[in-house]
């Protein structure tokens, strides 16, 4: 006769040694379980790229168009950002006949510069339509943003008013990298008139630079995440690399110079992985200074 422990001992040895069947069933649920939660964060997550690719495009369209022609102007511009939504921005309208332009960046990268991108566009077309002059305009937005009582992101801008009649432009420089005016005979002058970066300084003042696009002049303006773009070795791009860039296509269509530049940056870059936003915008007068 069986002791009780040889019993208990079977009885355990059985329970070790379930059958595959049986656990399988047990483990069924829980499987199941798991996969629904996999399948609903996957909706989530094609739901999220699925509107932020949204937000990009809508930000892109707000930016103005891509290509303009004008008489004897072309302006061509685009904008990459590093994470899905772009801290730096290009603006493009027309106020009384005239084609305001600005590039700007906005400090952060994703969403949070993202979201500070429509305001920001919208101040600086709102005052523009309302003031009508660069270092106005700028003044205004500064103000209003220090007022607002957030945290607001610092922003550097590159704001010009162009008149097509004549060439001549006004424009103002708030802290961001000085637009480069390429001339015909090869000269370069660099746009640096214009004062702080906005939403650092209550009452910084604003002043406004001016200079004439002749027949032949290229007019390039960008953001720092092409100066600043860095090789392997850790190299940054500068000026010079901007320069050689738009030389190497001289008296080309606006955007010729643009994708000059960006493969230029993409070619020094390597395998480097970028780490800021891009933004690039390239204005020429055809004709020539010699028979205009």
């Known amino acids: 006769m069986a002791s009780v422990a040889q019993i208990s001992s079977?009885?355990?040895?059985?329970?070790?040694?379930?059958?595959?069947?049986?656990?399988?069933?047990?483990?069924?649920?829980?499987?199941?379980?798991?996969?629904?939660?996999?399948?609903?964060?996957?909706?989530?997550?094609?739901?999220?790229?699925?509107?932020?690719?949204?937000?990009?495009?809508?930000?892109?369209?707000?930016?103005?168009?891509?290509?303009?022609?004008?008489?004897?102007?072309?302006?061509?511009?685009?904008?990459?950002?590093?994470?899905?939504?772009?801290?730096?921005?290009?603006?493009?309208?027309?106020?009384?006949?005239?084609?305001?332009?600005?590039?700007?960046?906005?400090?952060?990268?994703?969403?949070?510069?993202?979201?500070?991108?429509?305001?920001?566009?919208?101040?600086?077309?709102?005052?523009?339509?309302?003031?009508?002059?660069?270092?106005?305009?700028?003044?205004?937005?500064?103000?209003?943003?220090?007022?607002?009582?957030?945290?607001?992101?610092?922003?550097?801008?590159?704001?010009?008013?162009?008149?097509?009649?004549?060439?001549d432009f006004t424009y103002c420089n708030a802290g961001h990298p000085p637009a480069l005016l390429f001339r015909e005979n090869n000269e370069v002058e660099e746009l640096r008139a214009g004062g702080a970066v906005l939403g650092a300084i209550s009452r910084a003042l604003f002043v406004n630079g001016s200079a004439k696009l002749c027949p032949g002049d290229t007019l390039l303006a960008y953001s720092d995440g092409i100066p600043e773009c860095t090789n392997e070795l850790g190299t940054e791009f500068g000026t010079n690399g901007v320069l050689n860039a738009v030389r190497a296509f001289p008296g080309s269509k606006p955007s010729d110079i643009l994708f000059s530049v960006l493969t230029a940056i993409e070619n020094f870059a390597g395998s480097q992985r970028r780490d800021d936003d891009v933004a690039l915008a390239v204005l020429h007068r055809f004709g020539s200074c010699k028979t205009d």
């Not at 994470?83 to 990268?109: N, P, Q, T, Y």
Request: proline content about 4%; overall charge positive; charged content about 25%.
């Open 10 to 167: 079977g009885h355990q040895n059985r329970k070790r040694t379930a059958s595959p069947a049986t656990t399988q069933l047990a483990r069924r649920p829980r499987y199941r379980a798991l996969e629904d939660e996999l399948a609903n964060l996957k909706r989530e997550h094609d739901d999220l790229r699925r509107a932020i690719y949204e937000a990009a495009q809508v930000q892109r369209r707000l930016c103005g168009p891509r290509h303009l022609r004008a008489g004897p102007y072309e302006f061509a511009s685009e904008i990459f950002p590093v994470r899905h939504l772009s801290g730096d921005f290009i603006s493009l309208s027309e106020i009384e006949g005239d084609v305001v332009f600005a590039v700007g960046d906005i400090a952060g990268k994703g969403l949070m510069a993202g979201m500070w991108f429509t305001h920001v566009v919208g101040m600086i077309r709102r005052q523009m339509s309302v003031l009508g002059d660069p270092a106005a305009a700028l003044s205004a937005v500064n103000r209003d943003l220090l007022m607002n009582g957030l945290e607001v992101p610092l922003t550097t801008l590159f704001l010009a008013r162009l008149n097509l009649e004549t060439g």
